[in-house]
């Protein structure tokens, strides 16, 4: 079956770094690919998408392309901020009628100033 | 995007108990789920909130253990009976909008003793 597989956390950066969280998924068919964002205590939040091959999902710096030949979704962004201290999960929906999400286990930031 | 409330937003409960959670959505959905996060764990869907009919549980959920409403199209809710320590969790609702983007509410952190 479809599944998500993320890097273990936690990850821990400095201000400023570059960050990369890696996501790489089996599906069959075409699917949806999504990053969320949960921090401390709240629900979660759409970050970015992608829906086909070399999409390149973006949002508050970061950013994630859909690459078919590797099966990958990996989450980046060039200047971490404390503020982006939190748990990042990748997710995908397989299409074809279905709107059910398979989450990856997620992955803790912590970035330090 | 939508506007996704829950209540309680945190309730600690004796085992053997219930505890219902409610979502109201500020606008008419058509699909709606619900999702239980275990502590420090991904995300895991127990059902799909149907309007008018019964809900669609997953694996390993059943209906006598998570009763689910669904009396309109902007408003769920799930009762955890009979709870245990097992119970503690974070209970989500979320939506689908535009395409199939999921938008999740705050979550109702639920500690059972």
């Known amino acids: 079956g479809d599944s998500v597989t993320q890097m273990e956390g936690p990850v821990t950066l400095s201000e400023e770094a570059f960050l990369t969280i890696n996501c790489t998924y089996t599906a069959t068919g075409y699917p949806s690919l999504f990053w969320y964002v949960q921090y401390p205590g709240e629900g979660l939040q759409l970050l970015l998408k992608a829906t086909k091959a070399d999409d390149k999902g973006s949002n508050k710096g970061f950013e994630a392309t859909y690459r078919k030949e590797t099966t990958s979704f990996h989450l980046e962004k060039g200047s971490v901020q404390v503020s982006d201290s939190a748990v990042y999960f990748c997710a995908l929906s397989s299409g074809a009628g279905t709107y059910k999400y398979i989450f990856g286990t997620g992955t803790r930031l912590k970035v330090l100033a | 995007s939508a506007v996704i409330s829950q209540k309680p937003s945190r309730d600690i409960c004796q085992r053997g108990t219930s505890l219902t959670i409610q979502c109201q959505v500020d606008?008419?959905?058509?699909?709606m789920f619900w999702y239980r996060q275990q502590p420090g764990q991904s995300l895991t869907l127990i059902a799909t909130?149907?309007?008018?009919?019964?809900?669609?549980?997953e694996s390993g959920f059943v209906i006598d253990k998570f009763p689910i409403s669904r009396p309109n199209l902007t408003f769920s809710t799930l009762t955890v009976s009979n709870m245990s320590p097992e119970d503690s969790s974070i209970y989500l609702c979320?939506?689908?909008?535009?395409?199939?983007?999921?938008?999740f509410g705050p979550g109702t952190r639920l500690t059972v003793t």
């Open positions: 606008s008419q959905v058509t699909m």
């Open positions: 979320s939506v689908v909008l535009q395409g199939n983007e999921q938008y």
């Open positions: 909130a149907n309007q008018g009919s019964e809900a669609t549980y």
